[in-house]
């Protein structure tokens, strides 16, 4: 079964069970929620169809519902989950269906049975959807959900920790609301006390949620400043280094690289960091995860190493580490060494599934490496073999990017790769050095090609590459920043590369590039709208550069942004409009063109006719430049109204989120009335309780008065009382000191006069000692006298021998100079062997005989070798003799 046969029986499977909550549509409700779990539901949501999103409506309408069964609830969990596998398909679980909220009242409505295994599922569920989304304490019921985990975070139930503190460091990482919530609670010193006992834990998940919800909490108070101070902090960084490392599975390596980059952000910790003794062994190893395959991992890798590339004391040891590898042969190298650069440059074109976000992150990373290694005032010559091997992946990896002819996401994704790989070769061209080696890789049919797709993708029929410019990341931005990246860096290698200075001015000069350039200058962005004046300057001087089609553009683009500014609420309630509306404005726009053609065609009848009035030509260049005028705002008004039906459909979708978000107020609306009522009734009640506890306060105010009174006299007895005591204690503290004292002086007397006596004794004998060192000192000397006269004979007999050896090798050179001659006429009389026999015997005859003194050379040159080292190691002899003797006499003085 297909899956949109399955997905149209579910939709069938809910809106029964909808209407009827009987034991037989639950159970063909489970079974079509089974089938559809069996499916292959990567980015089933994000795919934008319809048939998916109403299925998931259903479902969750149906989870939220308190007469669900629990069976059906969990089945329907179980399968919001599997759907919940990419951030796109969670960002639209949590911001269009309020999935949150309904899991936390979920969570509140089952508060009563922790252990629940629906309320297991509904926590790990959330885990999912907040994972680096902020939410808001208004939002409902979620101050419940914080304390149901505060309470279950303390409890001594060990299947529902885990799952309550992970999330718990969700709702706290980066959420300043939610932190000064939980401050503000009677609840939290009790609830620290429990997070440091954690930290104890055996179990290292617990252990990074533990820290992740203390430095979200307690970074800036005393607890904070007492955990993360000079001397715990070099622990801390061993234990999350090694939960990266060693770490029992990717979740665990996620919330890791999520809280050191969280206290990478903090300067003290960032500088407590870099003064870290084992940092260059840990970066090492983290730098080996990138060897294995699992794009999650190397991604959380790719974003630690790209936070600390934000400290300044980091980035030297990262390029050090990195860049190194480079300069060994691959295949010399051993295979530990050859590993953390190629690795990182391997995922930039990895085939791994998931793969995308890790290349994007590998591309940053080497553009701020590359810019701190070219950036230093000596360029090591590792960072010159890194760049040639990295320049052959790059501009392959470039090649290989097909440009997709559908689908928005796919060619936003190709745009971003072709933007980060261009920053990536302009780092490199800031260099002279590494610049010679991107001209002689890059050519200018590359870069023209690479021109034409993006200006192909920025005015192709594709609506989704027509979007109006209303936002930075839109997609008409991402594709203008790709082609001006490439223009720039055909700029930079304009005088390098053969035909690409022709190639430049000719793009320059094309109508189409008037578009993205006239993006670029109003965009929000400083980078943006300094690379569009620095192109438009090379373009202006250039005779046929569309400035009249830039400036409409940038009109156009201003125009748009100033009536989203104007009325921002105007785009949502287009659905009660007919849908034909592009159809009319095509009318009006066919009726506007066949104007033209009559205009034209009254011209060539006027041209037709005899010329009346001198002033014809005149009239006629007039009607050309209205012409020409029409024409080019026909094409304006052409995009803008492609531009307005892409809005359309935007519309439509923020429509139908927008019934589904009312539906949602009104119902919490009117709980929110209900609950204000009851609040009402109970502030009735409790004002007459304070009464009668004011009248009672204002009694035991008195009491209390004499009391206090009462109270003083005998804090002044008391006190008086300590004095005297204090003073009592001292003085017999005193006197047991000084007794103390003394014995301990009287004992110190004893020992003195007893060392003073040894100490006379031992000045006797080292007297006897050092008359007899003396002594000996006179006879070595002259010993080492006459040994040093041995050792002059010795040299000069080894001189002579080292001369005979000389000679004896200079025979053998000469012997063996002989022998290859002799081997040359040898090959030459076999090439000859036709010709005589005789010729090839007397040969052989003397090479034998030259073999035969080779041999008795080489048994002259061993017998000299032999007695050459006899020789040696008699003066090694000597040498260690008169060496250890001195030795002697030092130790003796």
Known sequence: MDATTCLKSLLLATQQYEGGRSAQNAAQLLKQVEEVSSLKCDQLLSSGQLLPIECVRGLVELTGNANTCPTVAGAILSLLAQLACDDDSRKILHSNFNLTSILALLVHRHSATPGDPLILQSLQLLQKLT?????????????????????????????????????????????????????????????????????AHNSLTVVVFTLSILASLTFNEKVGEKLFDAKNIHQTFQLVFNIIVNGDGTLTRKY??????????????????????????????????????????AAKVLELLLAMCGVSGLRPLLCRVLFKPATVKLKAAPEHKAKPGLALVQWISS??????????????????????????????????????MLLPVLLDFVKGLDPPSQGEAQLRQHCECVTHINSVLLVMCSKDVTQSLVSNQVSAQQCL????????????????????????????????????????????LRQQVKDMETGFYRTLQDQRIATPLALALTSHHRAHVQTGLALLLEATPLPDFPSLVLGDSMAANNAYRQREAEVPV????????????????????????????????KLHGVLEEPAKDMHLSDII????????????????????????????????????????????AEAEARKLASLLKEAERRREVLQGELGVQLEEARRSKADTEELLQHNARLQLDSEE???????????????????????????????????????????????????????????????????????????????????DLRVAADKRRESEQQRRELEDMLDALRKELSKTEQARKDASIKASSLELQKSQVETKLKQCEDELNKHSAMIAMIHSLSSGKKNDVNLSL
Do not use: W
């Open 570 to 601: 105007k785009r949502i309630p287009v659905q009660e409009f007919p849908p034909p509306r592009t159809n009319v404005n095509g009318l009006d726009m066919s009726g506007a063109s066949s104007g033209i053609h009559s205009l034209v065609e």
């Open 256 to 297: 890791s690289v999520d809280l050191l980059v969280d206290l990478l952000q903090n300067p003290k910790i960032a500088d407590y960091l870099t003064r870290y003794r084992h940092l260059s062994a840990c970066v090492d190893q983290i730098l080996g995860l990138l060897q294995s395959k699992d794009a999650d991992s």
């Open 721 to 803: 009382h300590q004095t005297l005591k204090g003073a009592y204690n001292s003085l017999l503290h005193r006197f047991d000191e000084s007794e103390s004292l003394l014995k301990e002086l009287q004992a110190d007397h004893a020992n003195l006069s007893e060392h003073n006596d040894a100490l006379k004794k031992n000045h006797q004998t080292l007297q006897l000692q050092h008359d007899k060192t003396v002594s000996l000192l006179k006879e070595k000397e002259d010993e080492i006298k006459s040994l040093h006269s041995d050792m002059r004979l010795k040299e000069e007999d080894i001189a002579a021998l080292r001369g």
């Open 131 to 199: 994972y680096s989304t902020r939410i808001f304490p208004s939002s409902s019921h979620v101050h419940e959900l914080i304390g149901f985990l505060m309470s279950n975070i303390q409890s001594d139930c060990d299947d529902i920790i885990m799952p309550c503190l992970g999330l718990m460091a969700n709702l706290c990482r980066t959420n300043p609301a939610v932190q000064s919530h939980i401050k503000s609670l009677d609840t939290v010193k009790p609830f620290y006390r429990t997070l440091i006992r954690f930290l």
């Open 351 to 388: 085939p791994v599934a998931g793969a995308e976000a890790c290349s994007l992150k590998a591309l940053r990373l080497l553009k701020e490496l590359l810019e701190e290694a070219l950036g230093a005032a000596i360029m090591p010559d590792s960072t010159e073999s890194f760049v040639e």
């Open 621 to 664: 260049d007039v009607y050309e430049q209205k012409l020409t005028a029409l024409a080019s705002e026909e094409s304006r008004l052409q995009d803008l109204l492609e531009a307005k039906a892409v809005a359309l459909s935007q519309a439509d979708r923020l429509i139908s989120q927008y019934h589904f978000q009312r539906a949602q």
């Open 449 to 492: 090609l690479q021109v034409e797709t993006l200006l192909a993708c920025c005015h192709g029929n594709n609506a989704t590459a027509c979007l109006p410019p209303g936002a930075d990341n839109s997609l008409s931005q991402v594709c203008a920043e790709a082609l001006l990246s490439t223009l720039v860096l055909m700029s930079k």
